[in-house]
């Protein structure tokens, strides 16, 4: 059973960085066939796509939030990682990653199958 | 404010029919696949639908989606107590921004 899940600092202060990792087990992130993806949900509102990193490192972004985002995979761990600069409290959410399924063999386009139980992060100081 | 419109609530009584509609746009429903995902309270969203209209393994067959033109729908048929919980439309849109994936804002389902 594919399993994922989040980890790193709960309160991070204005203007610094967040740093988050997802451990996937069940799934091979270098076998590449999927996409892994960082989603977040601020407390009673819809989720928010973050962006998502292929095995090669190839990464795509949400536009809100692309000049401030870095993913990083790490296969040799089986896990990749979400950094967020210049944090402020609009940034407090719960922050999900999840595995990225394409709709047919080497498509572009994809659904999310398995996510992780979340990790929330406040922006305080 | 998302791209994609989901009306903020929905209820009915259990055995009733429910539908939940999502609109977009060209550039987002018009052009993607529509998926649908499933939050119970204080859990993670779940993979309801995908491709429009596919369901995964384990998911009831009273969940059905549809897709036309720029806009999307949910239906549950037989509504149980079970089935309360906020429901999520989501599709890929590309903009002059790039590609990137989208969701509606969300569906609180009451079953009375």
Redesign the interface.
Same mark, same amino acid.
């Given at each position: 059973q594919v399993q994922l899940q989040e980890s790193g600092p709960g309160l991070v202060k204005p203007s610094q960085t967040l740093s988050l990792t997802c451990n996937v087990s069940g799934a091979s992130i270098s076998s590449g066939s999927y996409f892994w993806n960082w989603i977040r949900q601020p407390a009673g509102k819809g989720p928010e796509w973050i962006g998502r990193i292929f095995a090669s490192g190839s990464t795509i972004y949400s536009p809100s939030l692309r000049s401030r985002v870095t993913l990083s995979v790490d296969t040799s761990n089986n896990q990749f990682s979400l950094i967020l600069n210049s944090v402020t409290a609009a940034d407090t959410a719960v922050y999900y990653c999840a595995r990225g399924r394409a709709v047919v063999p080497g498509a572009l386009e994809y659904y999310l199958d398995f996510w992780g139980q979340g990790a929330p992060v406040t922006v305080s100081s | 404010q998302?791209v994609l419109t989901q009306p903020p609530s929905a209820s009915g009584t259990p055995g009733q029919r429910v539908t939940i509609s999502c609109s977009g746009s060209s550039s987002n429903i018009g052009s993607? %696949?529509v998926?649908w995902?499933q939050q119970l309270p204080g859990?993670?969203?779940?993979?309801l639908i995908?491709?429009n209209n596919q369901r995964?393994s384990g998911v009831p067959d009273r969940f059905s989606g549809s897709k036309s033109g720029t806009s999307a729908s949910l239906v549950i048929s037989g509504l149980r107590s079970e089935d309360e919980a906020d429901y %999520?439309c989501?599709t890929?849109d590309d903009s002059m921004?790039?590609?990137?994936?989208?969701?509606?804002?969300?569906t609180k389902l009451t079953v009375l």
């Amino acid at each position: 059973q594919v399993q994922l899940q989040e980890s790193g600092p709960g309160l991070v202060k204005p203007s610094q960085t967040l740093s988050l990792t997802c451990n996937v087990s069940g799934a091979s992130i270098s076998s590449g066939s999927y996409f892994w993806n960082w989603i977040r949900q601020p407390a009673g509102k819809g989720p928010e796509w973050i962006g998502r990193i292929f095995a090669s490192g190839s990464t795509i972004y949400s536009p809100s939030l692309r000049s401030r985002v870095t993913l990083s995979v790490d296969t040799s761990n089986n896990q990749f990682s979400l950094i967020l600069n210049s944090v402020t409290a609009a940034d407090t959410a719960v922050y999900y990653c999840a595995r990225g399924r394409a709709v047919v063999p080497g498509a572009l386009e994809y659904y999310l199958d398995f996510w992780g139980q979340g990790a929330p992060v406040t922006v305080s100081s | 404010q998302s791209v994609l419109t989901q009306p903020p609530s929905a209820s009915g009584t259990p055995g009733q029919r429910v539908t939940i509609s999502c609109s977009g746009s060209s550039s987002n429903i018009g052009s993607y %696949y529509v998926y649908w995902y499933q939050q119970l309270p204080g859990t993670a969203p779940k993979l309801l639908i995908y491709m429009n209209n596919q369901r995964p393994s384990g998911v009831p067959d009273r969940f059905s989606g549809s897709k036309s033109g720029t806009s999307a729908s949910l239906v549950i048929s037989g509504l149980r107590s079970e089935d309360e919980a906020d429901y %999520y439309c989501a599709t890929w849109d590309d903009s002059m921004s790039g590609l990137h994936a989208v969701f509606g804002g969300g569906t609180k389902l009451t079953v009375l």
